[in-house]
Structure formats: structure tokens, C-alpha cells
């Protein structure tokens, strides 16, 4: 059973920096694309960064220069860094899984398995 646990949301003030993880369990995680999505109310979902299992990355343009996404394969763990957060940066940011990935994006579409979701407020 394919399972996506995320962690670190929180609130902090504009400027302010927070570390998101993903733990994975129930598949093949090393050879996985993985990706960061995030929700506000009323908004729809987009897709914020994207790695793929060679390492690879996509940042979607919106966070580009401010946040680093990463994965520790030998922890099955997804990261990303978010610096510089700004009020628009607030949502809920999950994680996601492509198994059979062919090839990186972020269009959620292309992903399987979601987490639940970890709250990030960013007050101005």
C-alpha cells in the first residue's frame, strides 16, 4: 500500500523559511518522480517543483529562486525548501508520486499517489 506522509507546515511571517518533507513507503521510491503541489481556498491546484529519479528538477515559475526541492532516497524522503515565503506562497502543499514516470512535469495528472497535505500560512 502506497502511503505519502508530509510534515512540516506552518505559519510564519513574510521572509520567513520552512522545510517541507514527504515520507514514502509501499513502492519503488528510488525510481520515482516526485512533485510538490500546493492548494489555497478558491484557487485551483498547481505544481510547484518536480524531481525526477535521475535528480532532475522542475520549478514552477511562481517560486523559481526561492524554493529547492530534493529527495534522500536512502530515507524514501522528498524535501522542499521554501525561502523568501511571501502571503501568496499560503496553502496546502502535498506531495505526490509518479511511479511509472516517464517523463517530469507538473501537471498533476501525470501523478498517482497524494498525501494529505501539510498547512503552510505565511502572514504578511
Known amino acids: 500500500q502506497v ?5 512540516g ?12 518533507s514527504c515520507v514514502a513507503s509501499g513502492y519503488t521510491y528510488s525510481s520515482s518522480c516526485m512533485g510538490w503541489f ?32 530534493s529527495r ?10 521554501m525561502n523568501s515565503l511571501k502571503p501568496e506562497d499560503t496553502a496546502m502543499y502535498s506531495c505526490a508520486a509518479s511511479p511509472y514516470c516517464r517523463r517530469l512535469d507538473l501537471d498533476a495528472m501525470s501523478y498517482n499517489y497524494w498525501g494529505q497535505g501539510t498547512q503552510v500560512t505565511v502572514s504578511p
Open 3 to 7: 502511503q505519502l506522509v508530509e510534515s
Open 9 to 20: 507546515g506552518d505559519s510564519v511571517q513574510s521572509g520567513g523559511s520552512l522545510r517541507l
Open 38 to 69: 500546493r492548494q489555497a481556498p478558491g484557487k485551483e491546484r498547481e505544481g510547484v517543483a518536480g524531481i525526477g529519479s535521475a535528480y532532475s528538477t522542475r520549478i514552477a515559475d511562481a517560486v523559481k529562486g526561492r524554493f529547492t526541492i
Open 72 to 81: 534522500d532516497n536512502a530515507k524514501n524522503t522528498l524535501y522542499l525548501q
